[in-house]
């Protein structure tokens, strides 16, 4: 059995997640690198190859998806074994999408600090990733249906928690301006992806 060497890298645009991940894998002795986005992420993959890859989907810049058909395009990085987090992203065709683009693992977040461990552990150990990459056009074609479904998702979401607001008691409605807060923040994420893509599919197509 071959055990794969080299530090872990962890990619999550939110910090304290970033961090609470990096001291889980640590007291096990992991040595373990982050990275804020996927452009991040690269850069450090490029300076030293990590032995697996950790990272959250809706990130600024290059997200999880982008950031998974990245590293299974090129020869170079095609190898490590990446795992997917996400708590936006949580259906069935989000989970067939994941492992559709190269992630050998898609957990929903927030994930229990044991099955990350266990996740990490196979990884560790598990097969390479195999198989051809998704091709530029079927990926930015079916990224493209995931970031619309998501928005409309958004967009229903705000609506609930909008209302739920208005109708909430006082000592209530901070709670529920955090959740509407959020959720725009997710939105207007997503937004954007889906904007840049529109771009990047008429060069591709």
Known sequence: ????????????????????????????????????????????????????????????????FALAHKIRSDPQTAGIPLLLLSATYVSAEDERFALGVGA?????????????????????????????????????INYRQRLKTKLQQKTQQIARTQQQLDSAAEPQRETY?????????????IQRELSVLVNVLQDVE
Do not use: W
Request: aromatic share 4%; charged share 25%.
């Open 1 to 64: 059995m071959t055990v794969r060497t080299g530090p872990i890298l962890v990619v999550e645009d939110i910090a304290h997640v970033r961090d609470l991940i990096a001291v889980q894998l640590r007291l096990r002795g992991y040595t373990v690198v982050t990275a804020r986005d996927g452009q991040e992420a690269l850069e450090l993959i490029a300076q030293d190859k990590p032995a697996i890859v950790i990272s959250d989907i809706l990130m600024p810049r290059v997200d999880g």
């Open 104 to 140: 050998i693992r898609f957990l929903p977040k927030p994930v229990e600090g044991d099955d990350l461990l266990v996740a990490v552990a196979d990884a560790l150990t598990g097969q390479t990733p195999s198989g051809p990459p998704m091709s530029e056009r079927e990926f930015y």
């Open 177 to 189: 301006r955090h959740l509407l807060a959020e959720a725009q923040e997710q939105y207007d994420e």
